[in-house]
């Protein structure tokens, strides 16, 4: 799908909650990689959307809208959320959803607030432990690396998600997509995560060729990282 195409596709799925909901719907973002304004042709569409409440029928209601949209089995993703859950999400995991989305509906105010400084090394904190964990127990232990280092798409994404995250942090700045990103960066494991993160479709050859390279890169970026917290918290 291309940017006219998905856009087509929101403002059908926005009519259709508004017609179902009404004034029970509170918010809609658009999140993800077209909310980010990085997608390629197949990325899905990941859509929050946030009811006053939710009960049983909401759930077939929402079902049966998303059903409805087009390509909904390739394309259709998110969360639908009430504002008591909204509030009860712990708030490290709220970083993605205030920064790099695009607001389609509604308004958040009085219901959560942006996550703050504690937040933020929180959510640092969890992407480069559960980073370091898996690429350690990977190098450590007998695995097939060229086929494993496959299913380290998402645990480099979260490399790039978290220094998102350690740039708010100590600068202040969101920076959104990954080509952005470099350009602030100074750490060359930085870069090189964060352009693995960016450039893994095109890497499949050569992640099989070179997979403990790439699972070495994958430890020493997040034993860095927790390092880097460390040094903030002392």
């Not at 087509?8 to 508004?18: C, E, P, V």
């Not at 959803?97 to 958040?108: A, E």
């Not at 050569?206 to 790439?214: E, I, S, V, W």
């Amino acid at each position: 799908m291309d940017q006219h195409q998905v856009d087509a596709w929101l403002a059908d799925f926005l009519a259709k909650l508004k017609e179902r909901f009404g004034d029970r719907l509170i918010w809609v973002g658009l999140h993800g990689s077209w909310g980010r304004q990085e997608a390629r042709p197949e990325s899905d569409i990941d859509c929050v959307v946030v009811l006053d409440r939710i009960e049983d029928a909401d759930l077939y209601a929402f079902r049966d809208i998303v059903s409805s949209m087009p390509d909904a089995q390739t394309v259709g993703s998110g969360l639908l959320m009430s504002t008591a859950e909204l509030r009860e999400t712990p708030r490290f995991y709220l970083v993605q959803f205030f920064y790099g989305r695009r607001v389609l509906y509604g308004s958040l105010q009085g219901i959560v607030t942006p996550p703050g400084p504690e937040e933020l090394i929180a959510d640092i904190r969890l992407k480069s432990s559960d980073n370091l964990h898996a690429a350690r127990h990977y190098l450590l232990y007998p695995h097939d690396l060229p086929r494993v280092v496959h299913k380290l798409k998402y645990p480099f994404k979260n490399c790039f998600y978290a220094l998102q995250s350690w740039l708010l942090l100590t600068q202040g700045k969101y920076v959104p997509v990954k080509n952005e990103i470099l350009e602030y960066l100074d750490n060359p494991d930085d870069r090189e995560v964060v352009s693995v993160a960016r450039d893994w479709y095109k890497l499949t050859d050569d992640l099989t060729a070179h997979a403990q390279y790439y699972i070495e890169l994958l430890e020493r970026w997040s034993r860095g990282m927790v390092a880097k917290l460390e040094s903030c918290r002392t």
